[in-house]
C-alpha cells in the first residue's frame, strides 16, 4: 500500500519560513520523482515544485528563490523548505510521488500566511 504523509503545515505570518515534509512508503523510493503541488480556495491547483530521481529540479515561477525541493532517498523522504511566505502562498500543500504510469498523491497540509 502506498502511503505518502505530509506534514509541517501551519499558520505563519508573512516573511516567515515554513518546512514540509513529505514521507512516503510502499515505494522504492528513489525511482519516483517526486513533487508539490497546491491549491488555494477558489484557484485551480498548480505545480510548486518537483524534483526527479537523479535530483533535477523545478519550480513555478512564483516561488523561485524562495522555495526549495530537496529529497532524502535513505529516509523516503521529499521537502519543501519555504521562505519569506507570502499571503499568496496560503493553500493546500499536495506531495505527489510519479514513475512511469505511477502517480501517487498525499492527502494534503494546510499553509496560511496571514498577518
Known amino acids: 500500500q502506498v502511503q505518502l504523509v505530509e506534514s509541517g503545515g501551519g499558520l505563519v505570518q508573512p516573511g516567515q519560513s515554513l518546512r514540509l515534509s513529505c514521507a512516503a512508503s510502499g515505494i522504492i523510493f528513489r525511482f519516483y520523482a517526486m513533487g508539490w503541488y497546491r491549491q488555494a480556495p477558489g484557484k485551480q491547483r498548480e505545480l510548486v515544485a518537483d524534483i526527479t530521481a537523479g535530483g533535477s529540479t523545478n519550480y513555478a515561477d512564483s516561488v523561485k528563490g524562495r522555495f526549495t525541493i530537496s529529497r532524502d532517498n535513505a529516509k523516503n523522504t521529499a521537502y519543501l523548505q519555504m521562505n519569506s511566505l507570502k499571503v499568496d502562498d496560503t493553500a493546500v500543500y499536495y506531495c505527489?510521488?510519479?514513475?512511469?504510469?505511477?502517480?501517487?498523491w498525499g492527502q494534503g497540509t494546510q499553509v496560511t500566511v496571514s498577518s
Open positions: 505527489t510521488a510519479r514513475s512511469g504510469r505511477a502517480d501517487y
